[in-house]
């Protein structure tokens, strides 16, 4: 089939053309406004190949109390030298460069923006210190995008943002879902979506979308 280049309304664009459009814009929604830091390479070793390499590698000064932790993002290594304070959504956001990761409520843990997935379980990385994911096996908004595909697209075509700030997270929650249960029920959706926040409301759409992802009506 024609990749539903019509059908859908999107003019010469593809769905998975839109899709990916879409996906850059969730990640780049958070740089508006933010005063960019000087970028270096380096202290970064790369493993295994990934489609989802990060955007830019940042290494502020650090102090003598810093420890060097080893994790993996996104099927990326890194060995990152890191304060005892950081958290891992400023790790992630600052120094890799990953801004699908959000802050809809300052870091108390109240909005679910921040949600990434370490070792299977959806966090909350804003709080999570980073130097206790020494070891972690982490995935974000970007990692689902390069993996689940048809996630992203479900997301997209039953328009579930708005002004999407919340969207990389409740994504994040959903693969962490679909991860544990492949054909999840409304209740299921439902309790796993708990904690993410979303001031535009668009809630009953990631119920739709979910489901469509997995192949259920
Ligand atoms: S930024 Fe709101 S829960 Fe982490
Ligand atoms: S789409 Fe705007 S906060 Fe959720």
Known sequence: ????KTKEGLGSISRREFTIGSVAILGATSAAGQTAKPIT???VKPGTPASTAPAKINTPPVSAAAKTIRITVNTWKYEIQVEPEWVLRDVLREQLGLLSIKDMCNGYGACGSCTVIMDGRPILSCM???????????E?????AATNPQLIEAYVMNHCMQCGYCTPGFV?????LLDRKQK??????REALGGNICRCGTYPQHLIAIREATGQP
């Open 140 to 144: 974000t908004a970007e990692g689902v």
């Open 128 to 138: 999570t210190l980073a130097i206790e994911c020494d070891g972690g096996t982490i």
């Open 41 to 43: 390479p380096l202290q």
């Open 184 to 189: 999840p029920e409304e209740q299921d959706i």
């Open 172 to 176: 994040v929650t959903a693969k962490a």
């Open 1 to 4: 089939m024609d990749d539903d």
